[in-house]
Structure formats: C-alpha cells, structure tokens
C-alpha cells in the first residue's frame, strides 16, 4: 500500500540498524596525548592554516592545548585525501566518459577520476568498478556524473558521491568499513545516502519524478524540500516534480511462464501477462548484470529483444507500479540458440511446390509434414531427414491440408526441431 505524504520525519538511525549510523559533513578525531591544532592540521587539512576554522567549529581556546580524549570534528572539504578511481569493467555499445571538455569512447579497463561522467546512448550499457568492491551499472540513455571519489588520509574514510543526471543508475554497495565511510545518489530532488545494499535510482525525464527503489539493505533519502525519509529492502520511493514523495512495498517478483525456455526462433521474444500493465526486461550474459546488452520497457503482450547471438543468457524482469515504481525482480536463466525456419507454398502445372530455408549453425536436416483436414490428423505426408530445402507433390486429392516444415538442428551434441506453424492450402478439383 502506497503512502503519500508531502513531508517526512528525520530518519532515526534505528531505521537502518545499530551499526548503520549515516556519515555526516564531518570525519570526527579522537584526541591522545601530545595532539596540537596545528600539527593535525599539517597532517590531515589541505591547508594547514585551515587548523583555525576547526579550533572556531569545535570551541577550542588554545590550538596547543586540547583536552585527551576530547572529539573533534573535521569538516570533509577542508581535508586532504587520495584520488579513489573507478574502472569500466564492462562496456557495450556508445559509452562516452567525459572529464572536463575532453570526451572519448569507453573501454573495459579505463580509469575515470573524480569530475568525470558516464553518458551512454540507446542501446548502450556500462558497469564501473570501484576500490572498495562497490559496483555502479549504468544503463541505456544515461548521464552520471562522479561528483566525489575520495580517501580521505583522516581515519581512511571513503567518501563515493554520484550524480544521476539523466537516466539511472544501479549500486551495488560493498558493506562501509567505517562509520565515517560515506556512499551517496544524487537526482534532481533528492540525495540518497546508503551502508551496504543494492538499490537503484532512477530520473524519468517525461514525467519530471525521481525513483528510488531498494533490494537490499537501507536508504536515507534527504528531499530538496528538506524534509528526510527512510528506505528499508523491498520498498520504493517516487518524489514527484511537486516535490511530493510516494513511498510504498515493492511489488513482488513476477512469474513469467516459459522465460527459460530455449530461444531459438529469428527474435528472442518473452511473453508477457498481457495485463496493460507495465513491465521492465532486462538481459545480461551473468547473473549478476555487469554484463547487460539490453533492456526493454512494455506493456503490450510480449517483449522483443531481437536477434541476439548464441550463448547462455540471464532475464530480469520487474513490474511498474502505478507510481511508477519497479518491483522486485524475478530473474531466469535461458539459452540462445538460433535454429529458425521459414517456408512456402505455391502451385504450379503438375501439383504444388513448398519451399522453406533454415537458419542457424550446426548440421541442419529438415522435417517436412503435410495433413489432411484439420491440424491434428495424422500426417498425410511425413518425410524426416531431408536436407533439400524443396519438395514438389503431384495428383494431391481436392481439400483442405495443412502443412509445416520442421528444422532439426545438431550442435555440440544436443538436437533440437523448431518447427513452422501450420499453414492451410486448399485442392479444388477440376
């Protein structure tokens, strides 16, 4: 059941677990024995000078004398770190990474730096690789931004913000190694900050609204309104162009019969429930979807993904809420192997002629079927084993006959016969 709400209270670090307390603006500092101001500010500020707005920020009278054990808090913008990298471990199709005014094509391997962004075009996909194991995918007709990829030398917090600025993005999160380790989303009308879980983000650029919806682990959503809200496994968030945020369960994981059959016909194609409903499909050539090569949004009975090549596959599908919200995902395994047929049928002087053509690799024979009557008869003509790809037939009594051509297809020691469907001729006599 969906809540709307135009506000929401600040999230209670309980929402997300004992441990789970989000990273803040600061990276606190215990005090020991002998710390000065001026020393951890050659140490750990960008500026050592900076030392000043700390001493300011946490109230301390004597930079040379600060109490043990005392907290002090380093605001995150005034200290150093080390660059953190991301690496493309996956490309297919026109990914640009773009840093500054230079653009070039992605590659698997390639760097990208703090600054630098990730725009794929239709039909386009990338995965990144971050140090500490989280992964970001980014799908077709997308623009994310690397807003910060830092290490900072204090406490060696991590500190990975993104910026969704057309598209979507899916994380993967490594569990934080510390408190202080900070992994953020960004769309145009919210920040999503996250300790460990697998979510997506989302902006639908028709209808202005940003999404966000959670498999694993916990969100905390800050709105631009200013108003926060929590995100738990297995719900979704949808905050409108008005700013209104509509937070409910994810739907639950779609059943689609026969998505793990052999795909064997010209066009990969999954049917769908033929509800009016919405649907998103996606395929990927592991289970986890690093390597995704498509994805596919429809509400009409069947979903295409065209003439894919052979190999083993995986499919996730999610239904769309009204919100707009896509539930959880239900994921089959198929196999791709194109063994597709096409046939005709003609008269000619003497009888009628039928013709067909197979396509697919391996050693291809052809089962030829001819019935009189209706197609459940038992097979007037019925010849297996050919590799022609004509027959001819002669002094055929007048009535309706039906007649299919099979292609037998041998490969890497597995057989399999996909056939045409029936098609109606009729004999009139004389």
């Given at each position: 059941m969906a809540k709307k709400?135009?506000?929401?209270?600040?999230?209670?670090?309980?929402?997300?677990?004992?441990?789970?307390?989000?990273?803040g603006d600061d990276i606190p500092y215990?005090?020991?024995?002998?710390?000065?101001?001026?020393?951890l500010g050659e140490k750990y500020?960008?500026?050592?000078?900076?030392?000043?707005?700390?001493?300011?920020?946490?109230?301390?009278?004597?930079?040379?004398?600060?109490?043990?054990?005392?907290?002090?808090?380093?605001?995150?913008?005034?200290?150093?770190?080390?660059?953190?990298?991301?690496?493309?471990?996956?490309?297919?199709?026109?990914?640009?990474?773009?840093?500054?005014?230079?653009?070039?094509?992605?590659?698997?391997?390639?760097?990208?730096?703090?600054?630098?962004?990730?725009q794929t075009e239709a039909g386009a996909f990338a995965t990144l690789a971050l140090d500490d194991g989280s992964r970001v995918s980014v799908p077709s007709n997308s623009d994310?931004?690397?807003?910060?990829?830092?290490?900072?030398?204090?406490?060696?917090?991590?500190?990975?913000?993104?910026?969704?600025?057309?598209?979507?993005?899916?994380?993967?999160?490594?569990?934080?190694?510390s408190k202080n380790d900070r992994y953020q989303v960004r769309t145009p009308k919210a920040v999503s900050a996250v300790r460990g879980t697998d979510f997506q983000t989302r902006v639908d650029e028709t209808s202005g609204n940003d999404f966000a919806e959670v498999d694993e682990g916990a969100l905390a959503v800050d709105l631009t309104n200013g108003k926060s809200t929590a995100v738990g496994a297995g719900f979704g968030l949808a905050v409108t162009a008005k700013g209104e945020a509509i937070s409910e369960a994810l739907l639950p994981a779609v059943t689609l019969v026969g998505a793990g059959k052999l795909q064997n016909n010209s066009a990969v194609r999954f049917a769908l429930p033929g509800d009016g409903k919405a649907y998103r499909?996606?395929?990927?050539?592991?289970?986890?979807?690093?390597?995704?090569?498509?994805?596919?949004?429809?509400?009409?009975e069947s979903a295409d993904f065209g003439a894919l090549e052979d190999g083993n596959y995986f499919l996730r599908v999610r239904q769309l809420s009204q919100a707009g919200i896509e539930g959880q995902p239900a994921?089959?395994?198929?196999?791709?192997?194109?063994?597709?047929?096409?046939?005709?049928?003609?008269?000619?002087?003497?009888?009628?002629?039928?013709?067909?053509?197979?396509?697919?690799?391996?050693?291809?024979?052809?089962?030829?079927?001819?019935?009189?009557?209706t197609p459940d008869s038992v097979p007037f003509v019925d010849e297996a084993g050919l590799s022609v790809q004509q027959l001819s037939l002669s002094d055929l009594p007048p009535g309706d006959?039906?007649?299919?051509?099979?292609?037998?297809?041998?490969?890497?020691?597995?057989?399999?016969?996909?056939?045409?469907?029936?098609e109606k001729f009729t004999v009139t006599a004389d």
């Open positions: 709400t135009s506000g929401f209270l600040i999230i209670a670090v309980a929402l997300l677990g004992p441990s789970a307390a989000l990273a215990h005090v020991v024995k002998g710390d000065t101001l001026i020393a500020l960008l500026r050592p000078a900076d030392y000043r707005i700390v001493q300011q920020t946490n109230r301390i009278g004597n930079p040379r004398m600060i109490p043990v054990g005392k907290i002090l808090k380093f605001p995150r913008h005034l200290l150093k770190y080390e660059a953190a990298k991301a690496r493309f471990i996956a490309v297919r199709g026109g990914v640009s990474s773009v840093q500054g005014n230079a653009r070039a094509q992605a590659r698997t391997g390639a760097e990208l730096r703090e600054g630098a962004a990730v994310v931004k690397i807003v910060r990829l830092r290490k900072y030398y204090l406490g060696s917090a991590l500190d990975y913000d993104f910026q969704v600025q057309r598209g979507a993005a899916r994380s993967k999160v490594a569990p934080l190694q499909l996606s395929v990927a050539t592991d289970a986890g979807f690093v390597e995704q090569i498509a994805d596919v949004l429809s509400r009409d994921v089959y395994a198929f196999k791709r192997r194109l063994n597709s047929v096409s046939g005709n049928v003609a008269p000619v002087a003497d009888g009628w002629v039928f013709r067909w053509a197979g396509v697919g690799k391996g050693a291809i024979r052809y089962h030829f079927q001819l019935v009189r009557g006959y039906h007649w299919r051509i099979g292609s037998v297809q041998f490969l890497d020691g597995e057989s399999d016969t996909n056939w045409t469907p029936f």
